[in-house]
């Protein structure tokens, strides 16, 4: 036998270039997240969190206490303060400008999801304190850092004998003598399960709609006082007879409904997708949507570990050169109210919302508002650009950085960076900054007038052009 | 004492009550098993016993030490590990001796190059109890050895044939109680078509034990400060999917370039709330170009001690 040496071996390791879970956010990536998860970058969020991992990232965001909003509140056109209870307008500015205010933009994204997802319109819903209490609960539940155990149990428990939800769906008519199936569907089909298993099979039936309904059935609105809207059970009207939902049978009220409509094994992906929807445009691949849909019902359908999987999934940072989200119109709205320092002084962020197509407290249907691609028909762009446009224009409010100054010895790629800076240094990519720069370069100059017109452009093109529409 | 036992039965019975939630709110770590700890360092014999009193005896449970083919433990290790009844960690390396992208290609391995070294090394520790941990071929979906996937010549295909061979060997050399441990690396470089960890997945019956390794450098060009539940959570949920098996982390470490390593340490603890097949955890205890990741400061040994105790068994 050969002698066999037996010096040990010293183990070195390697330190590999940054990427996956260890990369560095670079500040592209910062604003990507900053965008997925609120409403666009400030310099302040660049600053803080470029260099830390995305799981770091996503920690500082999930952990930011709400706190109370930030600069001045929205006033109406008059100067007065926006009155809520009032008008629809101000209802809607009102969410607007705790949105533009917001310490914590996280929270408020996560309030508008689950308003999409729970989808209730001020047109069926009156008087108007109904939805603004709806909104509180979403926000509530939106809170994370103040809500660590948020879960959807609990909240599908609160939407369902919600006030704006009973009205909303007609549930407060419904009794064991009449019933009604509006909510028992959509608590199945919208809120909780979909049509379809993965597989294309049905996830329930009429049979089990019917039954279903007659578990929610006994609630009615007390809104005698519209300040303190409350939903109440009168067990006059409730159907105390055993119903069979979903294969199980028991003289189920409305949480033992959500409880059983909860337990099906269509819950989990359905919401995990519907969520992960919310931030990352391509859908989960089986096995992610098979771990998250897991640990979400291992943890007892707890939100917060669920938004931060997802938040963290390397796929946030997918095609970071090429943003491949389109932005909702309120979060494309909001961003750029936010990045020009903007507050609410009238009724333009409600018209522009409006045009887009997403008015908050106004979903066009119960499904709520389709997204994607359909944020981008014609009559959306345009009235996108049109809202940009407006919002740099002196008639909205002065822009606190000041209107653009002349400045005569500039060249064209200093115009081009300097409108850059006064937009918030929003993601351009390379084809457009030559354009934006041949631009530049080729519009008149010869006046104060020309000059400042040209930046007036240069930054109209930067907020309202087709890079700003994509996160 | 009473309280504590009582948080099982009442979180049972909230689970089966349906609260799921509030169940879940008992502390993470009173179910979980128990991990065994250990250390690699580049003497041992020397550093351990310091160790010792830096960190308790629970810090020290494993010995890790890397061996090149054809060649065996250190009598030192082996009697150190003897004498301390810590268990033995071999990582086996099928090359020339040096990292890098050099000796026989994984083929060769398949086809036994390195068999009759491999046999004399199991018929080295075999007999060890506890049952020491052959680690072979560690981190395939690196470029950093002979044995790497990316390297030219060689592709995950082969490395699974190579480990195929080197469990046959194994047992044929009577290393029935000799734990395989297969450890990718936590994150696959580059992150690329046939370099994912599943890639090299040799199959659940062919490995006894899985893991991954992986170190936080610190905030380091365009690395980040990362913490063990993100360095780790991934290889996790992926290793874990492939096999239902003890997960070791094989070896793990930080700096403390840009973050405080105490913190880091209280955060490893926290993984055995996320990971209940967590079974180990090797610290690589080692002062070197890429970073100091002893275990030397007092604020360290303290944060580690207090993971020991939490921890370990």
Known sequence: MSPVAVRGRRRRVRRPAGGGVQAALSEAMVDRLMWRTGFGPGESDRRRLRGLSLHAAVDRLMRAPQGPPQGPAAVRRDGGPVRPHESDVDLVLDWCDRMIRTRNPLVERLTLFWHRHFATSRDEVSPPQLMAQQNELFRRYADLAAFPTSNMRTLAYEVGEGPAVLRFLTGEDSTARRLNENYARELMELFCLGVTDAAGRPNYSEADVREAARAATGWRIDDANPDAPRAWFDPTRFDAAAKTVLGRTGAFGHRELVDVVLAHPSHAPFLVTKLWGEFIPDPPDPATLRDLARRYVREGLRLRPLVRRILTHPAMLASIREPNMIKPPVVYAIGMMRALGLGITDETLFYGLRDMGQPPYFPPTVAGWEGGAAWLNTNAAVARFALANRLLSASYAPLPGGEPEDVPAETPAQAVQRAHRAVGRPWLASGTRSSLTYYAAHAPTRSAYERTSRQRVLRALMLGGPDAQVM | ?313
């Open chain 2, 1 to 313: 004492m009473a309280p504590a036992r009582a948080r099982a039965p009442l979180a049972a019975l909230a689970a089966a009550l349906g609260l799921a939630a509030w169940a879940g709110a008992t502390p993470p770590e009173a179910g979980a098993a128990r991990i065994e700890a250990g250390v690699y360092q580049d003497d041992p014999v020397r550093g351990v016993p310091a160790l010792r009193r830096a960190v308790g005896p629970k810090g020290v449970r494993v010995i890790s030490t890397y061996v090149t083919a054809g060649r065996l433990v250190d009598p030192g290790v082996l009697a150190l590990a003897r004498r301390s009844r810590a268990r033995l960690m071999v990582s086996w390396m099928p090359d020339a001796g040096r990292d890098g992208a050099r000796g026989p290609r994984l083929r060769q391995v398949a086809r036994g190059a390195q068999a009759r070294g491999l046999a004399r090394l199991v018929r080295q520790v075999r007999g060890l109890r506890p049952a020491p941990i052959l680690r072979p071929m560690p981190e395939p979906n690196t470029p950093w050895y002979g044995w790497s996937g990316t390297r030219a010549g060689n592709s995950a295909a082969a490395y699974r044939a190579a480990w195929t061979r080197v469990r046959r060997v194994v047992r044929g050399a009577g290393g029935r109680r000799v734990l395989l441990l297969w450890a990718p690396y936590a994150r696959s470089v580059p992150e690329a078509p046939g370099n994912a960890i599943a890639d090299y997945f040799p199959g659940a019956g062919q490995i006894d034990v899985v893991g991954a390794s992986g170190y936080n450098f610190g905030r380091a060009g365009d690395l980040a400060w990362t913490d063990p539940d993100a360095l780790f959570e991934d290889a996790y949920r992926q290793v874990t999917a492939l096999a239902p098996k003890p997960f070791w982390i094989a070896e793990t470490g930080t700096t403390a370039r840009g973050g405080d390593p105490a913190a880091w340490i209280r955060r490893l603890g926290g993984l055995r709330a996320t990971m209940p097949a967590l079974r180990g955890v090797v610290w690589y205890d080692v002062r070197e170009r890429a970073g100091d990741f002893r275990l030397a400061r007092r604020a360290t040994a303290r944060a580690y001690r207090a993971f020991l105790a939490r921890s370990a068994r």
